[in-house]
C-alpha cells in the first residue's frame, strides 16, 4: 500500500518562509507532486518532483530525496493569500495512474 | 471550456435516493478521475477512466458507486441508495496522461450532503 504524512496544520508571519514536509511510504516510486486548496476550491497543481533535488518556481520551492522517502514543500515571502492548504502526493510505478494524496497541512498566515 | 466544470455545484439529498454528479473534463485531455474529499480529509481515489474505458475502479468504496464515460469527454458518476457517510465533495480531475508529469486539472467539486 502507500501512505503519506505530513503536519496537519502550520502557522507563519507574512514574510517569512515555511516548510512543509511530507514522508512517503510505497510499493514504488515515480513522483512527488504538491497541490495547493483553498477552502472551498478546487485543489490546483504546484509541483513535481521525479527525481532528488530542488525545483523552484517563483516564491515556492519543492525538494525531494528518493533515498530518505522524503520531500518538502518550501514557501518563502509569505503572503495572507498563502493560507490555504497544501498536499503531498505520490503516483506509485505500478502503472496506477491515480495520486494517492497526504491529508494535508493547513498553513495559516498570520499578519 | 477553459478548465474542469463540475455539476451540481450542490446537492443535498434524501437518505436511500440516487444521484447523479457531472464531469466535463478540458478539452483534448484522455485521463479523467474522481476522488472523493470527507470533510478536512485528503482525496480519496475513486475510479480513473483513459478515453472511454475503466482500468482501475480500485477505489470505488462499494457496489452503489458506479461511473462512466462517453465521447471521451463527459463523464457521470452515480451513486445508488445513497448513505450518510456518502456526504463528502466529489472531484474531478482531467489530464493529458503523459508518462511524466501528467499534472491533473481538478474541478470545483460537487458538495454532497446526504439527510
Not at chain 1, 14 to 26: F, K, M
Not at chain 1, 93 to 105: E, H, I, K, Q
Not at chain 2, 78 to 91: G, N
Request: proline letters at 4%; aromatic letters at 10%; charged letters at 20%.
Amino acid at each position: 500500500g502507500q501512505s503519506l504524512e505530513q503536519p496537519s496544520e502550520v502557522t507563519a508571519v507574512e514574510g517569512a518562509i515555511v516548510q512543509i514536509n511530507c514522508t512517503y511510504q510505497t510499493s514504488g516510486f515515480y513522483g512527488l507532486s504538491w497541490y495547493q486548496q483553498h477552502d472551498g476550491g478546487a485543489p490546483t497543481f504546484l509541483s513535481y518532483n521525479a527525481l532528488d533535488g530542488l525545483e523552484e518556481t517563483g516564491r515556492f520551492s519543492s525538494f525531494l530525496s528518493r533515498s530518505d522517502s522524503y520531500g518538502y514543500l518550501l514557501l518563502q515571502e509569505l503572503q495572507m493569500k498563502d493560507s490555504a492548504s497544501y498536499f503531498c502526493a505520490v503516483r506509485d510505478d505500478t502503472g496506477r495512474r491515480a495520486l494517492t494524496f497526504g491529508s494535508g497541512t493547513r498553513l495559516q498566515v498570520q499578519p | 471550456g477553459a478548465g474542469v466544470s463540475q455539476s451540481p455545484s450542490n446537492k443535498v439529498t434524501e437518505k436511500g435516493k440516487d444521484v447523479e454528479l457531472r464531469c466535463d473534463p478540458i478539452s483534448g485531455h484522455t485521463a479523467l478521475y474522481w476522488y472523493r474529499q470527507r470533510l478536512g480529509q485528503g482525496l480519496e481515489f475513486l475510479i480513473y477512466f483513459q478515453g472511454n474505458s475503466a482500468p482501475d475502479k480500485s477505489g470505488l468504496p462499494s457496489d452503489r458507486f458506479s461511473a462512466e464515460r462517453t465521447g471521451e469527454s463527459v463523464s457521470t458518476l452515480t451513486i445508488q441508495r445513497t448513505q450518510q457517510e456518502d456526504s463528502a465533495v466529489y472531484l474531478c480531475a482531467s489530464s493529458l496522461a503523459l508518462a511524466a508529469t501528467d499534472t491533473q486539472y481538478f474541478g470545483p467539486g460537487t458538495r454532497l450532503t446526504v439527510l
